[in-house]
């Protein structure tokens, strides 16, 4: 997993950077290969900000996170990525893989 923190009006930690990449370790977990991820954490007056675009393979899934705290919006927007990663996922499963008479070819 190739991993790209940056900050907009705000100071990137290393703090916050182990904080993100230890939660993106989860969505890792749903691929088997590279994998990347541009995070950009940042502070719009009282609401701390983060987005995430995810890139594997030709694809692009884009999340977004408002919270008062930014671990708050970091845990926010890990929830709303894997729940697309996995809503892909589904989505791209062949659900009529079992038998079936025309597979078999007992049909007819």
Do not use: C, W
């Not at 930014?70 to 892909?88: G, P």
């Amino acid at each position: 997993m190739r991993l790209e923190v940056s900050g907009h009006q705000i100071e990137v930690t290393p703090a916050l950077k182990d904080f993100v990449t230890s939660k993106l370790e989860r969505i890792a977990r749903h691929f088997d290969h590279h994998l990347d991820v541009r995070v950009l954490l940042g502070v719009d007056r009282l609401q701390h900000r983060a987005e995430a675009t995810l890139a594997p393979r030709g694809k692009a899934f884009h999340a977004e996170a408002e919270a008062a705290d930014m671990y708050a919006a970091i845990d926010l927007l890990v929830d709303k990525l894997d729940r697309i990663v996995l809503k892909e996922k589904e989505r791209m499963t062949d659900h009529h893989r079992g038998e079936s008479a025309a597979r078999n070819g007992s049909f007819g």
